[in-house]
């Protein structure tokens, strides 16, 4: 009794079903995998003299993404997103676990807008915060209530150091 092989058909749509996890697998675990210490760290500072590691999200994924799916913000730490460009540039809490402040910067590092308490988000349409109407290239995201316990106010000037 002899049996006849599988269809080239079948045999390649096992072989694209087979390649498509694997891509998604390992595009999955490159995310998830990444070492913190490989990251670009800015330390800001405020006018207070407070400094604050920043995290820095500067490419297409880390903009989206942001501080999405993590359970806590570190003590003493959040991110700055730097924006490809100055303009009316937005970020939203989708995924996020815990509320945050939100701090629009100018290209000269001035403060031209605040947002405090920024619910986190888990709904499939979430609101967008932009600067509006003030045009930015940098927005930092810290835990809620930093704004309000540093005194941290529109118009006051942030220094920022890179950690190598």
């Given at each position: 009794?002899?049996?006849?092989?599988?269809?080239?058909?079948?045999?390649?749509?096992?072989?694209i079903?087979?390649?498509?996890?694997?891509?998604?697998?390992?595009?999955?675990?490159?995310?998830?995998?990444?070492?913190?210490?490989e990251?670009?760290?800015?330390?800001?500072?405020?006018?207070?003299?407070?400094?604050?590691?920043?995290?820095?999200?500067?490419?297409?994924?880390?903009?989206?993404?942001?501080?999405?799916?993590?359970?806590?913000?570190?003590?003493?730490?959040?991110?700055?997103?730097?924006?490809?460009?100055?303009?009316?540039?937005?970020?939203?809490?989708?995924?996020?676990?815990?509320?945050?402040?939100?701090?629009?910067?100018d290209?000269?590092?001035?403060?031209?807008?605040?947002?405090?308490?920024?619910?986190?988000?888990?709904?499939?349409?979430?609101?967008?915060?932009?600067?509006?109407?003030?045009?930015?290239?940098?927005?930092?995201q810290?835990?809620?209530?930093?704004?309000?316990?540093?005194?941290?106010?529109?118009?006051?000037?942030?220094?920022?150091?890179?950690?190598?």
């Amino acid at each position: 009794m002899a049996t006849s092989p599988p269809s080239d058909g079948g045999q390649k749509k096992k072989r694209i079903i087979t390649l498509g996890l694997m891509a998604v697998f390992l595009m999955s675990a490159s995310f998830f995998l990444i070492d913190r210490k490989e990251e670009t760290i800015i330390i800001v500072t405020f006018p207070n003299g407070r400094e604050v590691e920043m995290e820095v999200a500067d490419t297409p994924e880390k903009l989206l993404v942001g501080l999405a799916f993590r359970e806590t913000l570190p003590a003493n730490s959040g991110m700055l997103y730097i924006f490809e460009s100055t303009g009316q540039n937005h970020v939203w809490t989708k995924e996020y676990r815990f509320p945050v402040d939100v701090m629009w910067v100018d290209e000269s590092h001035h403060i031209v807008g605040l947002k405090e308490n920024v619910a986190p988000c888990r709904e499939s349409d979430c609101p967008k915060y932009s600067s509006s109407p003030e045009a930015v290239r940098y927005a930092i995201q810290t835990e809620a209530g930093f704004i309000k316990q540093e005194g941290i106010s529109v118009g006051q000037e942030l220094k920022y150091t890179l950690r190598m």
